[in-house]
């Protein structure tokens, strides 16, 4: 059964970081294109960032780049998120999402294109 788990989570003050893990079960990571998403109270689901299976091109929303990271480790079925210079902003429960694709070195932030999700991990910036 595909799995995607969420971890990494939590309470940060302004300019801090954090590293979200999203780990993968019953499939392998390296066939997938994945996507972090994230949801603010009240807000709709917007996408971060992405990253195509291949060479691993990555994309990121306006809103984070230059401070946010993604990166896989087909090792471990693993793929993260680094947040650096966290805003109070970035408040929101982050999803993990990916979708089987044969398609190589391009990925979209469209939720819709996704089909497997995980759970999601609060992450919350304030003083």
């Known amino acids: 059964q595909l799995q995607l788990v969420e971890s990494g989570g939590g309470l940060v003050q302004p300019g801090g970081s954090l590293r979200l893990s999203c780990a993968a079960s019953g499939f392998t990571l390296d066939s997938y294109r994945i996507g972090w998403f994230r949801q603010a109270t009240g807000k709709e689901r917007e996408g971060v960032s992405c990253?195509?299976?291949?060479?691993?091109?990555?994309n990121y929303a306006d809103s984070v780049k230059g401070r946010f990271t993604i990166s896989r480790d087909n090792a471990k079925n693993t793929v993260y998120l680094q947040m650096n210079g966290l805003k109070p902003e970035d408040t929101a429960v982050y999803y993990c999402?990916?979708?089987?694709?044969?398609?190589?070195?391009?990925?979209?932030?469209?939720?819709?294109?996704?089909?497997?999700w995980g759970q999601g991990t609060q992450v919350t910036v304030s003083s």
């Open positions: 999402a990916a979708v089987l694709t044969p398609i190589q070195n391009t990925c979209l932030m469209m939720s819709s294109f996704y089909t497997s």
């Open positions: 990253i195509s299976r291949g060479v691993g091109r990555t």
